[in-house]
């Protein structure tokens, strides 16, 4: 934790340096170019006041000579000339022009002193500097004039007199690059000296953009040309640079000047060197103190850490845990204090709950061939052994059990579970049959099994004497299963002829009588299986009662009166079965043919008609009616009539029973269309709705559960909407829902998908 609270301190130190540092320079930074900038501006208009006090002298200069050499003559002329190239500012040749263009003198150093005789004559009527002297103010400056002694570029200076004849003066590039430097001082910014026409003329950054360099249609230069601010930022050569333009009007330049950007500004790099020293420093400074910091915040923690430890290893201890001048600190010591009270206690309660449980418990350490840990009292006590006895020992040590049945006990672990029996010994040496079962546990410092054992042989007794008795009452029971064998064939024989007559019965009447057939079996049926199930459950409780006879000795006289019982329900049950079976019978050959899976087309008016006219004979002695709104084309299914009609059947005869009872007059009236909603796929809907008397809301959750009926014993068993509802749902693949209130009828709705699943 030292070294964590030691690299937190430095990390911390370190970026709130940085975060410092990281506002001093974003604050910085644009300072720096904000003064950078206007520096630069300064300096360069300064150098465009110095060349000019430069060059203006070298100008009065030359228009002294122009006056001394214009009444002397020609050979007096060029004496006066050569000794103006070395006065003053140094010139490279001074040329008198007549007004025609024509070399009237010239004042030459060096070896062109011999070939004066060549320039003399020259014409240079169509020389630029020539023309624009003529033409223009009676002096001009040139950066781009062509010298006569060897054609390369130079700068020069042209000035006219008022007879019309004009003096010439060459400046080479070094000369003016020298100049321009004396007037720059020790400014260390590069200087571009521009001429009118946008060519860089002088580049103090080493030469490289003199002569093929033109900067006029640059941004800079055209805001200055057309009474702009310039940009104070421009690029070249893929690096950016502060600018700064003046322009001397006495010249005709522009003196543009250049500073660079960023991190080239020698300002910048100087302060990002200062905050990396600063960083660097403070580093340092936090190595050397973090960790003497560090061990002083730690010290009251390493106690309370080792006083856990002793406290974890149970170790006796007494006394309040350490403090320090941390309150944080001090809050965990007593939290740990709190806590460790807290476990001893919860570890006594344990012990008490451990030796007081009724079942014989151990707790063996599996890393330790499984030596016993702790024994309970129960233990002690079943196994008759004491803790002295057994504990640092193994339970092959003690003769408790031989190593195979440990071993094959763990074998059989499931996870961590395991169970099984076994024989084991007791201290004195009787063997104990028991179910020992396992339970193992992993700790973070050990790997312990729990151990549970239960004496089963009595129970294992109890169960043989129940195997013997079971055995005697089985052959009872097959002795009376063959009577009622043969009492079931009689039946089978009997129900086979109700059968057969039940079919010429079906034969001869067909469809005409099939309502009144099957709410009359509906209604015998109830009572032949309301008696069966009487009977039924009166065998199940004479053999609930024998059993219990059973569990406390079985006396003969119960047995005779059980075998009474049974033969008194069998026989009721039989009888009733008889004819509950003759009734099923009747009603499965009556509704066949609506519960036959034919699929087919077919259009859903004609299968309602033909439902509702085989219903009509069973309202033909009511004052009940029904009254049908189908559609006779247009609503075709791909689905099955049978079940459809079955449905139907079910509704009306339901809305009959139900909704009329008690009622003098009723009418249902089926209706049907076609969704055309969003969502419903062109489904079909039928509605059975009666102006009866409603059903009620308690009943409407589980009306279509089945056996759920209002007329129980009235005749209704409560299957016709459960069936209902499971064809339309099942086979139709459709929904049926309710719509009722008291007093206000019930409407059935069906959604019939147009092709069934």
Known sequence: MRSHLSALLVVTMLVTFAVAGAAILLARLPAIERATQAELQAHVEQLAGRLELLLGTAQNRLELLDTLARDAPAGQAERLLDEGLRAGLPLDAVYRLSADGRVLAAGLGGEWLRRRHELIGSDLSANALFQAVRRGPAVVWSGRHMSLRGGGRVAALAVRDAAGQVLVAEVSPAVLLQAVRVAAGRRAATLWVVD????????????????????RAWPLMQARLQGRAAEPIFRHEGRTYHAAVAHSAVLGWDFVGQAPTGWANPRVRQLVSYMVSSLAGCLLVGLLMAPFWAQRLTRPLQRIVRRAER???????????PRGHVAEFNRLAGDLQSMAEALQERERKFLAIFNASPVPMSVTDAANAYRLLDVNEAWCRELRSSRDQVLGRTATEIGLWTEAQRSALLGRMQGQRASAETVLLRGDGEPMQAQVSAQRVALASQDLVIWAIMDIGPQRRIEQQLREMNQQLGERVAQRTEALAAAN?????????????QDELVRAE??????????????ELNTPLGNGVMAVSAMAEAGRSLRAAQAGGLRRSVLLRTLEQVEQATDIAGRNLRRAAHLVHSFKQVAVDQTSAQRRSFELGDVVREMVASLTPSFARTPYRIDVQVPACGLLLDSYPGALGQALGNLVQNAVQHGFEGRAHGTVRITGGRSDGPGEDGRIWLRVADDGCGIAAAQQDRLFEPFMTARLGKGGIGLGLHISQAAVENLLGGSLKLCSAPGEGACFEMRLPPRAP
């Open 311 to 321: 406290t974890t290893r149970g170790e006796p201890v007494s006394g309040d845990w």
């Open 489 to 501: 064939a009689e039946l089978s024989a009997t129900v086979e002829q109700l059968r057969t007559a």
């Open 510 to 523: 067909k469809m005409a009588a099939l309502g009144g057939l099957v709410a009359g079996v509906a209604h």
């Open 196 to 215: 009118r026409n946008g060519d860089v003329i002088v580049d103090t950054g080493g030469g490289r953009e003199q002569g093929p360099l033109n900067i």
